[in-house]
């Protein structure tokens, strides 16, 4: 509910009419037909006098995700009920931040899940070069090298285009009024459209180990049918992650405007989110490391490709682990 429905519903509650609460507040009926017809906003001043007024908290009238609740004097509280809350400092977010944060994370998604895209779909060229000569191998590994030079260049120029952003991630919010409700609906209307591209994302990953049975164990098992169908998962499991990647940035644009999910303010002066996110880092690192350093060593891009379904698996158990002992 926004602050003009929610100043026609105190107003009338209250049983007043227009005239009586702009009496009340100082200001013209025409003024406070506009504040119900969200054609223009009341003065902080106003704001607090409305407060007074209908026995509610300034929070209510101004988030549009908070429940009434009621003014209490403080000099009605015994001291021994008083307790000392630590609050962080908050950092202001204005409407047009939102809006640019929003666009640029749509754009920093795309270029993200194409940059993992091109980096799985790159062993591609030395699976295949058998097909051609193996005379080529020497120049599919530098047309290999040369995607991923590609990808990581993608990585950084993404990182630096949302650099200026960084502060939504790490810093607890004061968004001004409207954004939430904004950030909310624009987050509802993408619902299908994300949980569409999870569900295809995942039809793709399934369905890579496809390509892989049909040529390698129905058709006539061979040099040429198991490279293609080598190929051919690789380029179904890029299809599938960058989908998966590009939807889950996006949506956690929303989450971050909004402070929910992985980006509430507990998480964020969390010591052990920060924990997690470095060992989440270190970890793929090592396993990237590892898938390119043996197929490297032994020429079997087909057999090294197991690394990565083995990984995901492990990945939530090392985190457990990890977070156990040293995040007690």
């Known amino acids: 509910m926004i602050l003009a429905d929610k100043i026609i519903d105190l107003r009338k509650k209250e049983g007043m009419s227009q005239e009586e609460l702009a009496e009340k507040l100082g200001v013209s009926r025409q003024s406070v037909s506009k504040w119900e017809m969200a054609q223009s906003l009341p003065d902080l001043n106003r704001i607090l006098k409305m407060s007074e007024i209908f ?3 300034t929070d209510y009238l101004l988030k549009d995700n908070v429940d009434v609740q009621k003014n209490v004097s403080a000099d009605n509280i015994p001291f021994e009920n008083v307790q000392t809350e630590i609050v962080p400092s908050l ?8 809006n640019d944060f929003l666009i640029a994370n749509q754009r920093h998604a795309f270029l993200v899940a194409l940059g993992v895209g091109l980096c799985i779909a790159s062993a591609i060229s030395t699976v295949c070069s058998d097909i051609f000569s193996p005379k080529i191998r020497d120049l599919s590994v530098i047309f290999m090298l040369l995607i991923i030079a590609v990808a990581v260049g993608i ?23 409207g954004i939430d409700g904004m950030v909310r609906e624009k987050k509802n209307h993408y619902q299908s459209k994300h949980t569409l591209m999870i569900v295809i994302g995942t039809i ?6 496809v390509p892989v049975i049909v040529f390698s164990s129905i058709l006539s098992p061979n040099t040429l049918t198991d490279e293609i169908g080598t190929a051919l998962f690789l380029l179904f499991i890029a299809a599938g992650v960058f989908m ?36 989440s880092t270190i970890y793929w690192l090592i396993v990237t490391a590892m ?38």
Do not use: H, Q
């Open 55 to 57: 026995g509610v908290t």
């Open 244 to 279: 998966i990647v590009r939807t889950n940035i996006i949506n956690s644009g929303f989450n971050i405007l909004l402070e929910e999910k992985k980006f509430t303010r507990n998480r964020k002066i969390s010591v052990r989110t920060k924990y997690v996110k470095n060992i």
């Open 91 to 98: 950092t202001n977010v204005s409407i047009k931040e939102a």
């Open 155 to 177: 990585f950084i120029f993404s990182k630096m285009s949302i650099k200026k952003f960084v502060f939504l991630r790490k810093d607890c919010l004061d968004t001004e009024y």
């Open 204 to 209: 793709f990953c399934i369905l890579s180990l």
């Open 291 to 328: 898938y390119f350093g043996y197929s490297f060593m032994t020429g079997d891009w087909g057999t090294s490709r197991i690394i990565w379904p083995v990984t995901a698996i492990l990945f939530p158990v090392i985190i457990i682990i990890a977070t156990a002992i040293c995040c007690k």
